[in-house]
């Protein structure tokens, strides 16, 4: 069963930057898929990014096109988010998820979940 860990979370001001981690392990396909998603308090968990290392195929949220990047390191079944122009809205707890998908899709088709990493954006 494949293991997640998330880091790079913190604290940062307006208008910073983070990069979060997600390091992978025990993949047993090349067909993997990676999101990102966040929670804030008192809101439900959204999707915020993904990638398809079948393809490379990526989805942004709308609030983090332009800003947010996501990319992939194959050798290390590590992805990163690079967060640029950070907003307080941008706030909570991070996690990633994989799961065996060609595709990216929505929070339900992940089966596995990494601990979470706190972002948060204040003055």
């Known amino acids: 069963q494949p293991h997640l860990v998330e880091s790079g979370g913190g604290a940062v001001q307006p208008g910073g930057s983070l990069t979060l981690s997600c390091a992978a392990s025990g993949f047993t396909s090349p067909k993997w898929a990676i999101g990102w998603f966040r929670q804030a308090p008192g809101k439900a968990r959204e999707g915020v990014s993904c990638?398809?290392?079948?393809?490379?195929?990526?989805f942004y949220v709308d609030s983090v096109k332009g800003r947010f990047t996501i990319s992939r390191d194959k050798d290390k079944t590590t992805v990163f988010l690079q967060m640029n122009n950070l907003t307080p809205e941008d706030t909570g707890v991070y996690y990633c998820?994989?799961?065996?998908?060609?595709?990216?899709?929505?929070?339900?088709?992940?089966?596995?979940w990494g601990q979470g990493t706190q972002v948060t954006v204040s003055s």
């Open positions: 998820a994989a799961d065996y998908l060609l595709f990216c899709s929505d929070q339900d088709a992940f089966d596995w």
């Open positions: 990638i398809a290392n079948h393809d490379g195929g990526t």
